[in-house]
């Protein structure tokens, strides 16, 4: 079992798995998320900086795009190039 050495938040947890108990899975809000999911997110993420932030005169998506690959790297969290909001407006939607 994992302990992260970092805060989750509010709307992720760690919960056990439904047939064994020693696997882990990720809550998001209540709702168990699985990597497919994750996946269409961070491309959606990437699509919307490249659109926000076009090339060539800005870095698009390949700011976030290194900053996801440093993380999964080291395997340790650490805050977005630029520092990290510590809450954001639309945070309160959720739930």
């Given at each position: 079992?994992?302990?992260?050495?970092?805060?989750?938040?509010?709307?992720?947890?760690?919960?056990?798995?439904?047939?064994?108990?020693?696997?882990?899975?990720?809550?998001?809000?209540?709702r168990?998320?699985?990597?497919?999911?994750?996946?269409?997110?961070?491309?959606?993420?990437?699509?919307?900086e490249?659109?926000?932030?076009?090339?060539?005169?800005y870095?698009?998506?390949?700011?976030?795009?290194?900053?996801?690959?440093?993380?999964?790297?080291?395997?340790?969290?650490?805050d977005?190039?630029?520092?990290a909001?510590?809450?954001?407006?639309?945070?309160d939607?959720?739930?």
């Open positions: 079992m994992i302990e992260p050495n970092f805060n989750l938040g509010n709307y992720i947890k760690l919960i056990s798995g439904k047939k064994l108990s020693d696997k882990q899975m990720i809550e998001f809000n209540g168990v998320i699985y990597p497919a999911e994750i996946s269409k997110i961070v491309l959606l993420f990437l699509l919307i490249d659109d926000k932030w076009k090339k060539p005169r870095e698009g998506g390949d700011m976030f795009e290194n900053y996801l690959i440093s993380i999964m790297k080291s395997r340790e969290y650490h977005p190039p630029r520092g909001l510590s809450s954001h407006p639309y945070q939607k959720l739930g």
